[in-house]
């Protein structure tokens, strides 16, 4: 009975570690060169979480500015000629 519980709580935290994966691609989210909306992470080898864009930078600004304060700090309105490597321009 032991080993199935601990299986099972094995499986589970396979399946909530899976849940949290972050691994999404960021070149998918670059459309093109303009200003993206972006969300820098602790981490920089992570790159940073692209959230809309292109924009122009006037467009990009209101977006930001539309949230709610504490996340329009934390968000930044970068300027993106390239698509981003895999872990951050950085």
Request: proline share 9%; net charge positive.
């Amino acid at each position: 009975m032991i080993k199935r519980g601990a299986v099972l709580v094995g499986v589970l935290s396979g399946f909530c570690l899976a849940g949290c994966n972050t691994s999404a691609n960021q070149e998918q989210a670059y459309a093109g060169p303009g200003w993206y909306l972006e969300k820098p992470r602790a981490w920089m080898v992570y790159g940073p979480r692209i959230f809309g864009g292109p924009y122009t930078y006037d467009a990009c600004e209101t977006k930001r500015m539309a949230l709610d304060a504490p996340t329009a700090e934390r968000m930044l309105c970068i300027q993106e000629f390239a698509p981003i490597p895999k872990y951050g321009p950085y």
